[in-house]
């Protein structure tokens, strides 16, 4: 099975740098996805690993550590609409589904 | 293409009634995907369809439930004899299949939102 871990809410001020991390344990690996929801709307995708290290998205990047079942995602030079949950996901074994975490809220105030 | 769209956006309902959703999906994706979401939580995946076929289904969703999605277009979420906890937003998504991860970037309708009452 799969169980993913990430911190339920976090705050930063606008200007700032968050990071926000994701602990995984799954029966087998195909990529872990970063994305993006507002309130009332769908979630977006931002990034994805298959392999260790960073990605880099403009103001977003993405770390893996496969060996530890860890990711964190970076979000530079906060700004309010940047105010939203951060799903952590992971590819279930067959490749075929992402299973979510539950999400960080993440609140930016100025 | 203007993405994935989901009606109705919203629907209330009796405990007991039947209720159906439809998920139109990006014209060139041949995955088609069910989430249901609670509020604080993230989505909770229901079932997938590769083309026509139903290929996986969540072992927690209840036989009340059933999808299709007949010419491997649009796909029907049905619910049967609604419950109070079937409340949330059910999400559809679509992929394209390939040989990376990157076949799993799913792109999101905007949601229904169910209320049983």
């Known amino acids: 099975g799969q169980n993913i871990d990430q911190p339920t809410e976090m705050t930063a001020t606008e200007g700032a740098i968050v990071q926000i991390n994701c602990t995984y344990q799954t029966s087998g690996f195909n990529g872990l996805f970063w994305y993006q929801q507002h309130a009332g709307e769908a979630p977006t995708f931002l990034s994805y690993?298959?392999?260790?290290g960073l990605e880099e998205k403009g103001r977003f990047s993405s770390f893996l550590s496969r060996s530890k079942g860890y990711s964190y995602l970076l979000l530079k030079e906060l700004q309010m609409k940047d105010s939203a949950s951060y799903l952590c996901?992971?590819?279930?074994?067959?490749?075929?589904?992402?299973?979510f975490g539950k999400g960080t809220t993440l609140s930016v105030s100025s | 293409d203007t993405g994935v769209s989901q009606d109705p956006r919203h629907k209330i309902t009796k405990r007991g009634q039947n209720v159906t959703f439809r998920c139109d999906p990006i014209?060139?994706?041949?995955?088609l995907y069910w989430y249901r979401q609670t509020l604080g939580q993230g989505p909770e995946f229901l079932t997938y369809?590769?083309?026509?076929?139903?290929?996986?289904k969540s072992r927690l969703l209840s036989d009340r439930f059933s999808a299709e999605r007949p010419k491997g277009s649009f796909s029907t979420l049905e619910i049967q004899r609604t419950e109070q906890g079937d409340s949330a937003m059910y999400l559809c998504?679509?992929?394209?299949?390939?040989?990376?991860?990157?076949?799993?970037?799913?792109?999101f309708g905007a949601g229904s939102r169910l209320t049983v009452l």
């Open positions: 690993n298959v392999l260790d």
């Open positions: 998504a679509s992929s394209l299949s390939g040989r990376s991860s990157g076949a799993n970037v799913l792109t």
């Open positions: 369809f590769q083309n026509e076929a139903q290929l996986e």
């Open positions: 996901a992971v590819a279930n074994q067959a490749g075929t589904a992402l299973i």
């Open positions: 014209s060139e994706h041949n995955r």
